[in-house]
């Protein structure tokens, strides 16, 4: 049965190869691939925060503007700590 190389990828990684091998060094990770995985998962969790955020800032523009809001007493309750 021939070897097959799924999961497996060439890349270029530039200057932040160096990056990865400091952090492998400094025994945050076992070895470079490792390193590159959790920048991909990383990324990944950044993206969804990212969506999160902008559903809620949709939804809240949504919900319209609340006229009984007095920027001037927020602001002071908020210097004041009331």
Not at 54 to 68: N, P, R, T
């Amino acid at each position: 049965m021939p070897a097959t190389r799924e999961g497996f990828a060439s890349v270029n990684l530039g200057a932040a190869k160096q990056i990865g091998l400091r952090l492998v060094a400094q025994g945050r990770f076992e070895n470079l691939s490792d390193a590159c995985r959790a920048g991909l998962r990383r990324l990944e969790q950044d993206a969804r925060v990212v969506e999160r955020l902008v559903a809620l800032g949709q939804e809240g523009m949504a919900s319209g503007v609340d006229d009984s809001f007095e920027i001037d007493a927020f602001v002071e309750e908020v210097r004041t700590g009331a």
